[in-house]
């Protein structure tokens, strides 16, 4: 092949990435040759993570919600690890309940945590990407902003909303060398989606009969997908969504 695939001395930056998914795609990234940092509001998560992760995972206690932070972790960031090439916006929170008993407030919290923030993190990153004229930006989405799905209206709404933001954003800034590309994992298996599937056997059938595949997937595959939106190998891909599923996205 004409290249390896490896991110060799790149510089990842993966938000809630003391586990599940963020935790897996930071272990791909560091598996090929990054350094990685990864952030979180949990210091415990975040070192049981780097105990897993070696030497090439950086720890940074942050909430992403708390924008006016933002400046100060990306600078420290590229002064310690230096420029970042990835940016895996990750962190995000789940609500679910019938959409009619969904307060203001409550809205408002999943909006600002899965889109407001995802934005100003990104924006800030963008300074130091767009004139150095490369980079990779991945924000992981979720099948709600593919269908429909009850009880999860803020969710959804923060999904859809990330999908818009990566096409405009590639629309207007991959001439410059930044990508930008968002994954929507399908139903993978982590510890809490697993417990929720054995307490509820009727729903577990009903996903497993609607995924081509026959299985759900693991944290690593989509770990897989973002170290692949990351190298060199997706030069010319930005303004995608790549669901991971299985095949559910497609129908029967």
């Not at 415990?44 to 932070?69: H, P, R, S, W």
């Not at 990306?74 to 009619?100: C, D, F, Q, W, Y």
């Not at 697993?194 to 996903?207: Q, T």
Request: proline share 3%; charged share 20%.
């Amino acid at each position: 092949m004409e290249m390896k695939f490896e991110l060799n001395n790149k510089v990842a930056l993966v938000t809630g990435g003391g586990s599940g998914i963020g935790l897996a795609i930071a272990a791909q990234y560091i598996a090929l040759g990054a350094k990685v940092a990864i952030t979180g509001r949990n210091i415990e998560k975040l070192q049981a993570a780097k105990v897993e992760l070696g030497d090439n995972c950086f720890i940074y206690v942050n909430d992403v919600t708390q924008k006016d932070t933002h400046g100060k972790l990306v600078e420290t960031i590229e002064r310690e690890l230096g420029p970042i090439e990835i940016l895996v916006n990750n962190a995000g929170m789940h609500s679910k309940k019938p959409s009619m008993e969904a307060t203001d407030s409550e809205f408002q919290m999943v909006m600002d945590t899965n889109i407001n923030s995802v934005f100003a993190l990104t924006r800030t990153v963008l300074h130091y990407m767009l004139p150095r004229g490369k980079g990779s930006v991945i924000s992981i989405s979720s099948m709600a902003a593919l269908f429909g799905i009850t009880q999860v209206v803020a969710y959804s709404s923060s999904k859809t909303a990330l999908l818009g933001m990566t096409r405009s954003l590639a629309s207007e800034y991959s001439h410059t060398g930044v990508r930008f590309n968002a994954i929507a994992p399908g139903f993978i298996e982590t510890k809490m989606f697993l417990n929720i599937m054995e307490s509820d056997p009727a729903r577990k059938e009903k996903i497993l009969s609607r995924t081509p595949a026959r299985r759900f997937g693991t944290t690593k595959e989509v770990g897989h997908a973002a170290a692949f939106l990351a190298s060199d190998f997706s030069n010319f891909i930005t303004g995608i969504c790549l669901p991971v599923d299985g095949g559910n996205s497609i129908g029967f």
